[in-house]
């Protein structure tokens, strides 16, 4: 069965201090993973997509990054307003566009 | 372009009421999903379509309906509301290859209570 697991499920930082989040998954066959960020009240927002094993994306202070059990966001020197829950979520190869999503990292950067 | 729009925001529903959720987008894109997001949960697919006239189930289709006449709408059913529909629904749809590959706009949420 296809899963996806997200550690930790909180993490509190100071400003500055990076830090990793971590997106461990189970499928039978990888087409995609994928990274979004969500604000409180509002729905998830896109911030990567992974196809393979050692790809990485970069945007502002956020890297991802992918190998064949597990993606890993990182975050250099974070500032409060990266505040949010992290979701990552999978979708397989098998052709049924259907996307399995994590329970997510709740962040909180303090001033 | 408007993006993803969901109506109504809030709902309240008895339990045994029905009700349509709204949902469209501008951008005519093929695939879109629903979702429902319980409290400190992920996302939960109910329900996703491939293009008009092609809808498929997920997860957690018990309780729901859906159908997509058009491109641009994916209204999602609920009948005989129970208390355990409480929750959060998502729509989406996806834009293939972007910059940063596949990308996946939400709309704002529907927030639905079943009393």
């Known amino acids: 069965e296809d899963q996806v697991t997200q550690s930790p499920e909180a993490l509190r930082l100071q400003e500055g201090e990076s830090s990793s989040l971590n997106c461990s998954y189970t499928v039978s066959g990888l087409r995609g993973l994928f990274w979004y960020r969500q604000d409180p009240g509002k729905g998830p927002e896109f911030l990567f997509t992974l196809y393979s094993a050692g790809e990485e994306k970069e945007k502002e202070r956020l890297k991802a990054t992918l190998t064949k059990k597990e993606s890993f966001l990182h975050i250099t020197a974070p500032k409060p307003e990266d505040s949010a829950t992290y979701l990552c979520?999978?979708?397989?190869?098998?052709?049924?566009?259907?996307?399995?999503f994590g329970t997510g990292t709740r962040l909180k950067v303090l001033a | 372009n408007a993006g993803v729009t969901q109506t109504p925001k809030f709902r309240i529903l008895k339990i045994g009421q029905s009700m349509t959720l709204q949902c469209t987008q501008d951008m005519n894109h093929n695939y879109m999903y629903w979702y429902r997001q319980d409290p400190g949960m992920g996302l939960k697919l109910i329900y996703y379509?491939?293009?008009?006239?092609?809808?498929d189930k997920g997860e957690v289709p018990n309780g729901y309906n859906v159908s997509r006449s058009t491109t641009e709408d994916f209204p999602l059913r609920l009948e005989l509301a129970a208390p355990s529909q409480t929750s959060v629904y998502f729509c989406?749809?996806?834009?293939?290859?972007?910059?940063?590959?596949?990308?996946?706009?939400f709309g704002p949420g529907t927030r639905l209570t079943v009393l």
């Open positions: 979520a999978v979708q397989a190869d098998s052709g049924t566009y259907k996307y399995i």
């Open positions: 379509s491939v293009g008009a006239g092609i809808t």
């Open positions: 989406a749809s996806i834009i293939a290859g972007g910059k940063f590959g596949d990308e996946q706009f």
